[in-house]
């Protein structure tokens, strides 16, 4: 993947003088990195349907509001915009997490690279979430320290995940 390969190194630098976590912990954390990419898919396809729902009942409210304009609780046409940049990077954060299900359950590192897009696509989410009222700074910072905590548990284990045989490749390519 073209996004894995130009940022993988540079954020794996940041990572490099990280704290080594034990081997064994290393296997428990690989094993259960399926499962946590399928919850966090639900959750992040739930919370892109919370926001989607948000934007959509404060956009009725405004209608029914003849002083919609001096109405704290307005969304302007921006925090309209980067709500919905929100919805759409959460909702593809959702689908990747669960395209990378099966990859991760059979250790390739096709599910190793989907689970990185999913971590620099919330980086994103992070920095959209800077611009829309009353999210701010703490959803920002929130979801860096989630991206920073993935980061360094997927380079944790990045070892654990191989590249595919030629005959498994066949297999997914059909």
């Given at each position: 993947?073209?996004?894995?390969?130009?940022?993988?190194?540079?954020?794996?630098?940041?990572?490099?003088?990280?704290?080594?976590?034990?081997?064994?912990?290393?296997?428990?954390?690989?094993?259960?990195?399926?499962?946590?990419?399928?919850?966090?898919?639900?959750?992040?396809?739930?919370?892109?349907?919370?926001?989607?729902?948000?934007?959509?009942?404060?956009?009725?409210?405004?209608?029914?509001?003849?002083?919609?304009a001096a109405n704290p609780y307005s969304l302007s046409s921006a925090d309209k915009w980067f709500a919905c940049v929100g919805i759409v990077l959460l909702a593809t954060q959702a689908v990747v997490l669960f395209t990378a299900f099966s990859e991760l359950r059979n250790r390739s590192v096709r599910g190793w690279e989907l689970s990185f897009v999913v971590g620099i696509l919330n980086v994103g989410y992070?920095?959209?979430a800077i611009f829309v009222?009353?999210?701010?700074?703490?959803?920002?910072?929130?979801?860096?320290?989630?991206?920073?905590?993935g980061f360094y548990l997927l380079f944790q284990i990045q070892s654990r995940y191989k590249k595919a045989s030629g005959r498994a490749r066949k297999k997914i390519i059909k």
């Open positions: 993947m073209y996004i894995v390969k130009k940022l993988e190194p540079k954020v794996a630098k940041l990572f490099r003088r990280s704290p080594r976590l034990p081997s064994g912990f290393k296997d428990i954390v690989s094993e259960l990195w399926p499962w946590l990419a399928a919850a966090f898919g639900i959750l992040q396809a739930f919370n892109a349907w919370e926001l989607w729902d948000l934007t959509q009942a404060v956009t009725r409210m405004q209608g029914y509001n003849i002083y919609y992070a920095i959209d009222r009353d999210q701010g700074f703490s959803t920002f910072l929130y979801n860096l320290v989630v991206s920073v905590i």
